[in-house]
């Protein structure tokens, strides 16, 4: 199963403040879980929500699953000492 990404608003103006070499491995992080997606068991994170997360370096990339339409939802990215305040 092929999955498509996409992005909340918020997540793409962050983005672009990242930089450049950490921002190739997110991108390349991000590719990654769309063709090949980690057991959800494993990604899962803690707690009653719908998130899971990922690590690229430094940087933690906080995404949801949806397997009715086949998409990952990217919520957050963010350096991993402040991504995990003020999850919406």
């Given amino acids: 199963m ?3 990404i996409e992005f909340r608003p918020a ?12 921002l190739v491995r997110i991108k390349k992080k991000i590719e990654e879980l769309c063709n090949n997606l980690p057991a959800p ?3 899962k994170m803690k707690g ?4 899971h997360k990922v690590r690229s370096g430094n940087y933690r990339i906080i995404y949801e699953i949806h397997d009715d339409r086949l998409v990952i939802l990217v919520m957050k990215v963010g ?3 402040d991504v995990y305040k003020n999850l919406p």
């Fill in 41 to 43: 068991a494993t990604t």
């Fill in 79 to 81: 350096h991993r000492k």
């Fill in 48 to 51: 009653d929500n719908p998130f």
């Fill in 11 to 22: 997540v793409l103006k962050s983005l672009k403040r990242f930089p450049r070499r950490d």
């Fill in 2 to 4: 092929q999955y498509s």
